[in-house]
């Protein structure tokens, strides 16, 4: 694994601060998703140290396998932000997980991906671009994904993008940088875990923070 250069040891410290004030200043019914460490979390398919958390932020790297929540959620509002240290960094939000089915790579099956991908070099939808839904061996159903207005709002890797996921019922949204990008019905799963997938390049997570409604 490369060294992190000291721009991002920087961002560490920064994210540290940012976040004891955030937490002093609300009381919105947001807690953290992970605390103070990944005690509680499970590394799942994974032949390295793909998921490091230090100093507030989750350092994700690897090519397979998954980080998944100690417990079930249902109905929730999830949000955070994420960044992408160079092109093609690619990973992605678990939701509504049923444990004990392996999709490809050893992510899991039964399970909704919001995926978290950099977009300046690929362009494609092949895999599928920012914010948009991946339905990993569940039934299909209606997403309506604002693609043009993705590239427009994301501003590039080694920038902090805002996200927010709001799973209620059979119905999702997810938001980039303030505006509702991703609608989607007909979610099957009324619980499940939640994770973070491991796929390619480096990715940085901080903030993430949730409330069950």
């Given at each position: 694994?490369?060294?992190?250069?000291?721009?991002?040891?920087?961002?560490?410290?920064?994210?540290?601060?940012?976040?004891?004030?955030?937490?002093?200043?609300?009381?919105?019914?947001?807690?953290?998703?992970?605390?103070?460490?990944?005690?509680?979390?499970?590394?799942?398919?994974?032949?390295?140290?793909?998921?490091?958390?230090?100093?507030?932020?989750?350092?994700?790297?690897?090519?397979?396998?998954?980080?998944?929540?100690?417990?079930?959620?249902?109905?929730?509002?999830?949000?955070?932000?994420?960044?992408?240290?160079?092109?093609?960094?690619?990973?992605?939000?678990?939701?509504?997980?049923?444990?004990?089915?392996?999709?490809?790579?050893?992510?899991?099956?039964?399970?909704?991906?919001?995926?978290?991908?950099?977009?300046?070099?690929?362009?494609?939808?092949?895999?599928?671009?920012?914010?948009?839904?991946?339905?990993?061996?569940?039934?299909?159903?209606?997403?309506?994904?604002?693609?043009?207005?993705?590239?427009?709002?994301?501003?590039?890797?080694?920038?902090?993008?805002?996200?927010?996921?709001?799973?209620?019922?059979?119905?999702?949204?997810?938001?980039?940088?303030?505006?509702?990008?991703?609608?989607?019905?007909?979610?099957?799963?009324?619980?499940?875990?939640?994770?973070?997938?491991?796929?390619?390049?480096?990715?940085l997570y901080r903030g993430l923070e949730i409330h069950e409604l």
């Open positions: 694994m490369k060294k992190l250069p000291i721009v991002v040891f920087l961002l560490f410290a920064q994210s540290s601060l940012m976040a004891a004030e955030q937490g002093a200043e609300e009381n919105d019914g947001f807690v953290p998703l992970f605390g103070t460490n990944l005690d509680t979390w499970r590394q799942l398919n994974t032949s390295l140290p793909s998921f490091i958390f230090d100093g507030g932020v989750l350092q994700v790297t690897g090519d397979a396998g998954w980080l998944s929540s100690p417990r079930d959620y249902g109905d929730f509002e999830l949000r955070g932000q994420v960044m992408f240290l160079g092109q093609d960094a690619d990973s992605g939000i678990f939701l509504r997980v049923e444990p004990g089915t392996d999709f490809i790579r050893g992510w899991p099956g039964d399970a909704y991906q919001v995926q978290m991908r950099e977009i300046t070099g690929n362009t494609t939808d092949d895999p599928l671009p920012l914010a948009n839904l991946y339905r990993h061996e569940v039934a299909d159903g209606d997403t309506d994904y604002q693609r043009d207005r993705v590239f427009e709002l994301y501003t590039g890797p080694g920038e902090w993008q805002m996200f927010t996921i709001r799973a209620v019922g059979s119905t999702l949204t997810v938001e980039l940088n303030g505006e509702v990008v991703t609608e989607a019905e007909g979610l099957e799963n009324p619980t499940g875990r939640i994770g973070i997938q491991s796929e390619a390049g480096f990715i």
